[in-house]
């Protein structure tokens, strides 16, 4: 019987956060796009309302009541979202950094890769899924 391949056990879980990281992105998006079609629906637009500029006009704008609340709710989501995504960045980059699978940004150290500008996050999801990751040619 033929084997097959298994991920160790520090692949596994580099895998794992990330799924969990690209979940959390996801939403967010989802909450961000919620807000633009508010926005939309009431003929309002915002450039960047995402922004520390753009919060502020958020803030600002004239919305019906229910709209209004919407807007608001998502904003707090998305808020949480960004603080459990940038706790999600940090252990990936923590498992990244003690696993010697995955390059460093220092050139001596980039392996993997020819660019030694590539970040230890998107290493790390290289490595997880086995796939390397294809960047623009300069």
Do not use: W
């Amino acid at each position: 019987m033929p084997t097959c391949y298994q991920p160790s056990a520090t692949e596994r879980l580099l895998r794992e956060l990330v799924r969990h990281r690209a979940q959390l992105v996801r939403t967010s998006v989802k909450h961000k796009l919620r807000v633009h079609a508010n926005l939309v629906k009431e003929n309002k637009c915002i450039y960047a309302p995402f922004s520390l500029k753009g919060r502020q006009q958020l803030k600002e704008v004239k919305l019906s009541e229910p709209r209004r609340q919407k807007v608001d709710d998502d904003l707090e989501v998305i808020d949480f979202l960004e603080l459990k995504i940038a706790e999600q960045d940090a252990k990936v980059k923590y498992v990244a950094r003690s696993n010697p699978d995955v390059p460093c940004s220092k050139p001596s150290q980039a392996l993997m890769y020819s660019r030694p500008s590539l970040s230890s996050l998107k290493s790390a999801i290289s490595l997880a899924f086995g796939k390397p990751i294809k960047l623009p040619p300069f």
